[in-house]
């Protein structure tokens, strides 16, 4: 008996030495290449951070793993591997944005841009390019594309398949040449316009006053009128001036214009709910573990007269965070047509080579927690908006605006709220 466990010894450590033997001369694993390491950084940020911990639904490890098999040896192929994993979320808004789109894309937010002017979405039920709205008096704007828009063709090339950055790449181009989008609009035939690029001026407010009579009353009432076309990183400066400018000249009440303004920065709506909110919640957001941050006001509304909130189809993102805030706090009343229904946050992230990372972070609830992805704002006051010029905006011709100014010169309105 003693000499069979003594065997059984001997065996046991004889299979040791033999394992750990092979383990010490296994070959050593493969190191990743260039291309490799890029797309597993890709790979990392989405899954450190993207809102949906079930990424659509699959097992975004083995993702991981099939992009890694598949890595191609030159740096635009692997761009295109990076773009396929990242389509798998079913999420336009979470991309790979190239060095020059990344540079692009900083630019645009810091208030300067260059290209046709035109702020464009993947239709989220079609997955057609749909304008949401050209930028005001930008080579687009005058060239008479609307918001709702859908562009079929960029210079001949069908926009089916291609991401929202390579199509905003091929309207972009020097100074004085032009483009060619084909647009489809509802209830026309599909059309060829040219468009000449040029450098578009980016000081996102428009404001003046302006004095209406009042049924009753003897004093007419000062409208100050601000039109904000985007949330860029000049905004909630220029608002802030703006209120204070109208104030000095005797305002009673406002209308703030956010139709066709696609958004652009969350803190700079958040930043521009504050000047109209003395207290309230602005914004909810909740991420992929469910917790739920907000935004509050912080007591330093610049004004509390009466404010009328203009929207429309092209009201996107953060022009829709704003509004959400100033209906749910009953600060403003809303007029004009259901808005786009945007309401996802993403946060951009440097990569190695100099791309970026455009990731869907976070989605958010308005105060009351409605939560207007795909969904929208319905206004409290519905006018449909007539097709008018970019000249026509906030005059006679423009029923929205005109709903506007009814109802500040009546007695409905109370200072401080809708």
């Known amino acids: ?163 929202l950055d390579e199509a905003a790449d091929r309207m972009r181009g020097p100074i004085g040449s032009k483009v060619i989008l084909t647009v489809e609009r509802e209830g026309q035939a599909e059309q060829d316009v040219e468009i000449k690029r040029d450098r578009i001026a980016l000081n996102p407010v428009v404001a003046d006053l302006r004095s209406y009579s009042q049924p009753g009353a003897g004093e007419p009432a000062k409208i100050g009128y601000i039109r904000l076309s985007q949330f860029n990183a000049n905004a909630a400066t220029e608002v802030n001036h703006a209120i204070r400018h109208l104030q000095n000249q005797g305002a009673t009440a406002y209308i703030l214009d956010l139709r066709n303004n696609p958004g652009g920065l969350l803190q700079a709506g958040i930043e521009i709910a504050r000047l109209w909110l003395d207290d309230g919640t602005i914004v909810y957001t909740v991420n992929r573990q469910g917790i739920q941050g907000s935004f509050e006001a912080t007591g330093q509304a610049l004004t509390r007269e009466p404010l009328v909130v203009l929207v429309n189809q092209g009201t996107a993102s953060a022009s829709e965070i704003l509004a959400g805030a100033l209906k749910d706090n009953q600060r403003a009343t809303i007029v004009g047509e259901k808005t786009f229904g945007k309401g996802l946050i993403q946060s951009l992230f440097d990569l190695s080579d100099g791309s970026g990372l455009a990731v869907t972070v976070a989605r958010y609830e308005t105060p009351a927690h409605h939560d207007i992805n795909k969904l929208g704002i319905t206004p409290d006051v519905v006018v449909p908006l007539d097709p008018i010029s970019s000249e026509q905006v906030g005059t006679s011709a423009d029923r929205q605006y005109q709903k506007a100014v009814e109802l500040l010169t009546t007695n409905s309105m109370v200072a401080g709220a809708a």
């Not at 390019?129 to 050209?134: A, D, F, G, N």
């Open 1 to 163: 008996m003693g000499k069979t466990i003594l065997l059984a010894r001997q065996i046991s450590i004889f299979l040791l030495v033999v394992l750990l033997g092979v383990g010490w001369f296994a070959p050593p694993a493969l190191a990743l290449t260039d291309e490799q390491k890029f797309l597993a950084e890709v790979w990392r940020v989405v899954d450190r951070s993207y809102v949906d911990d079930t990424f659509n639904h699959q097992n975004w490890w083995l993702v991981r793993q099939q992009v890694i098999k598949q890595a191609p040896a030159e740096r635009t192929q692997t761009y295109a591997v990076a773009q396929q994993m990242l389509a798998s979320l079913d999420d336009p808004f979470t991309r790979l944005l190239k060095p020059d789109q990344y540079r692009s894309l900083q630019t645009n937010t810091s208030g300067e841009l260059t290209g046709v002017g035109l702020q464009i979405a993947l239709d989220p039920e079609t997955g057609k390019l749909r304008v949401i709205s050209p930028i005001a008096d930008s080579p687009a704007d005058r060239a008479g594309i609307k918001p709702a828009d859908i562009i079929v063709r960029i210079d001949g090339t069908p926009t089916d398949g291609l991401a």
